[in-house]
Every structure is written in C-alpha cells, then in structure tokens.
C-alpha cells in the first residue's frame, strides 16, 4: 500500500467477529508452523532442512506483514492502522506511541556527534558487568551530559527517548538503547 490506512471496527458485534477470526488465523498458523518444525527436525538429520527453514521464514514473514497481529505490541485484538514507512500494520496505541517518538527524536536539540561523544564518553565511564551487578541507574549518564553543557529539558527528553529504545538505566543505554539508535539512523 502507498498511503496510510486506519481500520476501526466501532460496533462491538463486528469486533468480536473480527478478534475471533483473528484468533482463528493465528491457530491455523501455530498448526501450520509446527508441522514446519516437525519437518525442519525430521530433514535437519539428513542436511536437507533448507525447503522446511524457507518455508518458516515465509510464514513468520505472512504473520508480521498481516493485520492480524500488532507488529510492536503483539495484540490481536486492536484496531489497526498502515504505516506506509514500516510497511507493516500497528495497533492504533503503538502508532501513537511511534509518532510521539520520532516526534521526539525529531525535535530532539542534539546531534549525532553530541550523542556518539555521550555514548563513548558513558562506555568509558562504567564497567559492565553481566553478573547481576547493583544498577546505578542514570548516575553516571547524568554526570556526563552535565560536563557535555546539555540543558536539563534536553536530558529530560533524551532520558524519554533511551526509555522508550530500552535504556533503563546506564547499562541499558549501552546494551540496548544504543543498538535500537544506530537501528533508526539517531547515531
């Protein structure tokens, strides 16, 4: 599809036909794939899985594309609305939630030098250990915008966005937030 297209379903007869249709998809689906696994194991012994692993790789790329299911969030059960630049369907609270966010990083008053320096400077400053070790939270991120001159309304909405990317924390923002950012062009 080439433009945007939003479908709610306002009476709630018609919503529960469509949930349980979805929902019926969605079994026929899990049936289909299992009996793929079976066949991936049953072929994987004589090296000739390859027919079974495509035949996978199509129906989970079927069940992403659909709008069955919420690409972000995994809800079945929402109104959908068409991204034209995922190309993919996305619950109407997730395409919200997309729009505040590319909003955000959009409006966002730091460059992409300004957040590589803040990446490096953040990796240099902590060891990560992956031993269970006791979160700081945000102690050492916050030290380093603080000497970088960073204004607090820009670390409050860069803080909003290293949430949303998955950066809880100074651990989080190596591990997660920074791959999701390199991911969507912010670094």
Known sequence: MKK???IIIKNPRL???RNELRSLWKSWLDDIENSLWDEFWDTAGRGDSSEASRKLSELHLLETKSICTCIHCGRSDKDMIYTCDWEQWLCIECNSKRVYFNNLRNGLEMGKSELNEFLVRLEKSIKINHGGSKCNG???S????NKMGIT????KNLYELLHYYGGHC???????ASLRMAEGNLI
């Open 152 to 155: 607090e309304e820009i670390q």
């Open 142 to 145: 916050k030290k380093i915008l």
């Open 170 to 176: 100074d651990c989080d923002i190596l591990i997660n």
């Open 15 to 17: 919503r529960r036909v």
């Open 4 to 6: 945007q297209r939003v």
């Open 138 to 140: 945000y102690k050492n």
